[in-house]
């Protein structure tokens, strides 16, 4: 059974930083791709980052230059450390992992979800 557990929750003043994890558990971490999405109220579920189980990484153009996402493959946890936030970036953030990059930076779909975290950005 996949588990992806995202600890916590986050607020901060636009400027500010914050960085998510979620870890994984269930299994062999090197199998998989991972990424995380965001949605916010009133809209759809977006891609933000991913990390293909090869080590490369993409990200959506709005957050290029400001996010930057990880893993620790022995702890088995993902991270997005999240810089220069800005009110737009307020969402409930998810991370997500499956076989395939692709499948999740051109569809925006993954086989395991976690639950989610709140990330909120005051002005």
């Known amino acids: 059974q996949v588990q992806l557990t995202e600890p916590g929750e986050g607020s901060v003043q636009a400027g500010g930083s914050l960085r998510l994890s979620c870890v994984a558990s269930?299994?062999?971490?090197?199998?998989?791709?991972m990424g995380w999405f965001r949605q916010a109220p009133g809209k759809e579920r977006d891609g933000v980052a991913f990390i293909a189980s090869g080590g490369n990484v993409n990200y959506v153009d709005s957050v290029k230059g400001r996010f930057t996402v990880s893993q620790d493959k022995v702890k088995k946890t993902l991270y997005l450390q999240m810089n220069d936030l800005k009110p737009e970036d307020t969402a409930m953030y998810y991370c997500?992992?499956?076989?395939?990059?692709?499948?999740?930076?051109?569809?925006?779909?993954?086989?395991?979800w976690g639950q989610g975290t709140q990330v909120t950005v005051f002005s």
């Open positions: 997500a992992a499956d076989s395939s990059v692709l499948r999740m930076v051109a569809g925006g779909k993954a086989d395991y």
């Open positions: 269930g299994y062999t971490v090197s199998c998989f791709s």
